[in-house]
């Protein structure tokens, strides 16, 4: 009776904690595309759909073995664990870029909203579980999804991964293209692309199955240039280091410790290679030392920029910082084109239009930082510059604010518009009082106008 007793219990414990759910690679199970080839179709065109009820339309595609259907419900598989997808591709209350049709059981209280857009591709993944699993590769133009649903143990239809939430976590706005994903035991593989100005930025999504959570988990593996892993732990440790030379940046105390700052950064590109933000840093030490010290550092500044624009072309704040190093008021506009509000750009462009005796531009760009209702709140965004200057304290609003007036003053002046640089004078003198470089000018100026 004891053996007996023993055996059971062996025999729950290896069940409960030992099994782990073996997947089979997708297998391809049908098909479905729009009758026009493209986003905006009439109707739906289902291939190797073992039934459809649904509204006829016009032959797709000049093809007379093939019709396309707007309205109705199609199945993929004769079995009780048969896929049901419900359509209407003309619902209005559905918008184009986040339409959903229904897939999942007969009956539409139970299905999950998977999307079809210009076409997709439907797999099964069969499994020694209990759970019928499916896979929908979707896109349209090079933009492509995977989504992974399936039938719960107790019948219950669920969204168990969404590529389009996950690439928006990761990449905010930028779209991704998946490959055919397939899968490792537990695991399903899903490599991407990042779809960004031809950003070369890819990796693979793991979703590994947890028998007791009963759903996928998520990791992302990033590959580097030449195809190297790396992994989430890397990312984040690339992330604490760049955090940690940051803070190192911006500390009084370590102005004169650039090579320790340098190594910081170094370190989370070594763990990281495709960290932007990590390059544009170390580009502004090796500026500031190419200034006063090294001139080789200020290739090395320059190559760091160039390398995080290769990774990240959307950077408002590498092309800033590009600008200002290479005195290039096109990489400043191309700042501005990518964020609209990026009031460091502006303010980058205003001294390169001021070094080139573009008086009229430069001004209109201070104008713009000055009277910006968002400056306040995003004065400290100027963090590529806080070390650039002793006599501007730079986390003082007041100091930055009458920076802006005395660089607009200058201009004015320049220009011969004595009363408007006055104003600005007194303006930047009245937020920074003891600075002697903003009295000397004002009173330049004023005996200069008499």
């Known amino acids: 009776m004891k053996k007996i007793f023993g055996l059971i219990l062996l025999i729950i414990l290896f069940s409960s904690t030992g099994f782990a759910m073996k997947l089979e690679q997708p297998v391809e199970i049908?098909?479905?595309?729009?009758?026009?080839?493209?986003?905006?179709?009439?109707?739906?065109?289902?291939?190797?759909?073992?039934?459809?009820?649904?509204?006829?339309?016009?032959?797709?595609?000049?093809?007379?073995?093939?019709?396309?259907?707007?309205?109705?419900?199609?199945?993929?598989?004769?079995?009780?664990?048969?896929?049901?997808?419900?359509?209407?591709?003309?619902?209005?209350?559905?918008?184009?870029?986040?339409?959903?049709?229904?897939?999942?059981?007969?009956?539409?209280?139970?299905?999950?909203?998977?999307?079809?857009?210009?076409?997709?591709?439907?797999?099964?993944?069969?499994?020694?579980?209990e759970i019928s699993l499916y896979y929908v590769q979707v896109g349209y133009g090079s933009i492509g999804y995977d989504i992974i649903f399936g039938r719960r143990q107790d019948g219950v239809w669920v969204k168990y991964i969404d590529m389009r939430q996950i690439a928006k976590k990761y990449f905010g706005n930028n779209g991704i293209f998946c490959e055919k994903a397939n899968v490792n035991g537990n695991t399903i593989i899903a490599k991407y692309t990042l779809y960004s100005n031809n950003a070369r930025n890819a990796g693979e999504f793991r979703f590994k199955w947890d028998e007791t959570a009963q759903w996928f988990g998520v990791e992302q593996v990033v590959y580097t240039s030449d195809n190297q892993e790396i992994n989430n732990s890397q990312i984040g440790q690339a992330q604490t280091y760049y955090e940690r030379a940051e803070k190192m940046r911006k500390d009084s105390q370590m102005r004169w410790r650039d090579d320790e700052i340098i190594a910081v950064y170094t370190q989370a590109i070594e763990l990281n290679p495709n960290l932007a933000d990590a390059y544009i840093g170390r580009s502004v030490i090796y500026y500031e030392r190419g200034l006063t010290s090294n001139p080789e550092d200020m290739a090395k500044s320059k190559v760091d920029l160039n390398r995080a624009i290769e990774i990240n072309p959307n950077s408002a704040r590498a092309y800033n910082w590009r600008a200002y190093v290479n005195n290039n008021i096109a990489d400043a506009t191309r700042a501005i084109e990518l964020d609209p509000q990026y009031l460091d750009a502006y303010w980058t462009r205003a001294e390169l239009y001021s070094r080139l005796k573009n008086y009229d531009k430069a001004i209109a760009d201070y104008t713009f930082v000055i009277n910006s209702p968002n400056f306040r709140t995003r004065f400290m965004e100027h963090y590529d510059f806080e070390m650039m200057s002793d006599w501007v304290f730079w986390n003082d609003f007041n100091n930055r604010m009458a920076w802006l007036y005395w660089r607009r003053a200058h201009d004015y002046r320049e220009k011969k518009d004595y009363d408007s640089a006055i104003s600005d004078y007194r303006k930047a003198l009245e937020l920074s009082p003891r600075n002697d470089w903003i009295k000397s000018d004002l009173q330049y100026t004023i005996n200069g106008k008499n």
Request: with cysteine; charged share 25%; aromatic share 12%.
């Open 30 to 129: 049908g098909k479905i595309w729009t009758d026009t080839g493209g986003f905006y179709g009439n109707g739906y065109v289902f291939e190797n759909a073992s039934y459809n009820n649904g509204e006829e339309c016009v032959s797709t595609l000049g093809r007379k073995d093939k019709k396309s259907y707007s309205k109705g419900i199609a199945r993929f598989g004769n079995d009780t664990n048969a896929l049901y997808v419900h359509y209407d591709i003309n619902n209005p209350s559905l918008n184009i870029d986040e339409r959903d049709e229904k897939f999942g059981a007969e009956n539409t209280s139970n299905t999950v909203g998977v999307p079809i857009w210009e076409h997709c591709t439907i797999y099964q993944i069969k499994n020694d579980g």
